[in-house]
């Protein structure tokens, strides 16, 4: 009892820290969760509808699959980002029209809903190139970054 007498302000000073402490941690713990689901409140509403199959990512790819060496298709929300490596002979123009044979794999209402990005790049250093290609959904055509 003696020991709590002489030491009160320290156990104190303790008992604040570690209340601070604990405080601290939630705080973080729930503005710097690692978490992985995305909330997208309801900008997805009518999703499942229109949802992205393998088949149509398979289209995609059949596509532009003459023409190019890879493409990757990847689906975040209401935004299709394909990942296409040209060939290396491959022009500006050329591939400005590789970006709107993505299209022909979706289903017209597929093309309303979803906004779709087209990044085109060579293997080989170019000067026209990487170029970005994007469609909002209430769009028709593509717009691209600046030629360079």
């Given at each position: 009892m003696n020991f709590f007498k002489r030491n009160k302000g320290i156990i104190i000073?303790?008992?604040?820290?570690?209340?601070?402490l604990v405080f601290a941690f939630q705080v973080i713990n729930i503005f710097l969760s690692n978490d992985e689901k995305v909330l997208y409140g309801n900008?997805?509403?009518?999703?499942?509808?229109?949802a992205l199959?393998?088949?149509?990512?398979?289209?995609?790819?059949?596509?532009?699959?003459?023409?190019?060496k890879?493409?990757?298709v990847d689906e975040q929300g209401r935004i299709i980002n394909v990942i296409i490596?040209?060939?290396?002979?491959?022009t500006l123009d050329s591939a400005k029209n590789i970006a709107t044979k993505v299209l022909d794999g979706l289903k017209p209402?597929?093309?309303?809903?979803?906004?779709?990005?087209?990044?085109l790049k060579k293997d080989v250093e170019a000067q026209d190139f990487p170029i970005i290609g994007y469609k909002h959904h209430t769009?028709?055509?593509?717009t691209f970054t600046k030629d360079r």
């Open positions: 000073a303790v008992i604040v820290f570690l209340v601070v900008r997805l509403d009518g999703k499942a509808d229109v199959t393998k088949s149509n990512i398979n289209k995609i790819k059949e596509a532009v699959a003459s023409e190019t890879n493409c990757k490596t040209v060939n290396d002979d491959a209402d597929q093309k309303k809903y979803y906004d779709i990005q087209v990044f769009k028709d055509n593509y």
